[in-house]
């Protein structure tokens, strides 16, 4: 069966600072994988999807980026947090060519 | 542009008792949707989704939802809530090209012993 990590569960990082949310999936290939940010009280913004290795679409303008090094993980950066920032972000990952998402457990970022 | 409109930020509902969450979508094809659950600091469990064939669709833990393409809904239902329903649940909608989903903003669910 199919299974998502994300680490670290939780983190707290100074304004300025830099970051690196990490993001893999076991049993399964070349999924397709996505970062979303969920602002407090708020619902889920889409902020990179990836449909294979090198290939990353940003859906907004912001200082994060994303990376797909390997087939079964993505990689969300920073080199600067912004207090603005701060949010839970899930990573999802659907099987090619689907539309059904499956989560992972989630990072709480917190920017101080 | 797809759209998800969830009306209904809070509900709280007695133990027992019956549920339906609201859930109203925009999309300029046939849509695909989707029903997630998260609890408070958890990832979001995807409750049951809706293709194409049946409009009432079972998905897990009891919910069924169903889809009616005159009033572009798709509401949630559960004939007898449990305490442990207490989370919040999440309308969304996708489709062919960009293979990502739009979320409504959420109904959080809060159940009344």
């Known amino acids: 069966s199919q299974t998502i990590h994300q680490w670290p569960a939780t983190l707290v990082q100074p304004v300025g600072s830099p970051l690196s949310l990490e993001c893999t999936v076991e049993?399964?290939?070349?999924?397709?994988l996505y970062w979303y940010r969920q602002a407090a009280g708020r619902g889920l913004q889409l902020l990179f999807y990836s449909v294979g290795i090198g290939q990353i679409s940003s859906e907004v303008p912001q200082n994060l980026s994303a990376s797909r090094p390997q087939d079964r993980q993505f990689i969300l950066s920073s080199k600067k947090l912004l207090l603005s920032d701060s949010g839970f972000y899930l990573c999802a990952w659907s099987a090619p060519y689907t539309d059904t998402q499956y989560f992972g457990p989630g990072t709480r970022l917190t920017v101080l | 542009a797809q759209s998800v409109t969830q009306p209904d930020i809070h509900i709280t509902v007695s133990e027992g008792a019956s549920l339906e969450l609201r859930c109203n979508y925009s999309?300029?094809?046939?849509?695909?949707l989707f029903w997630y659950v998260q609890s408070p600091g958890q990832g979001l469990q995807l409750l049951l989704k809706y293709f194409s064939g049946d409009t009432l669709v079972q998905g897990i833990k009891g919910f069924e939802a169903e889809f009616k393409r005159s009033q572009s809904s798709f509401n949630l239902r559960k004939p007898s809530v449990h305490w442990s329903d207490a989370a919040e649940y999440f309308c969304a909608v996708g489709g062919t090209g960009r293979r990502a989903l739009t979320f409504g903003s959420g109904t959080r669910l809060q159940v009344q012993p």
């Open positions: 999309y300029g094809a046939t849509p695909y």
């Open positions: 049993g399964t290939s070349n999924p397709n």
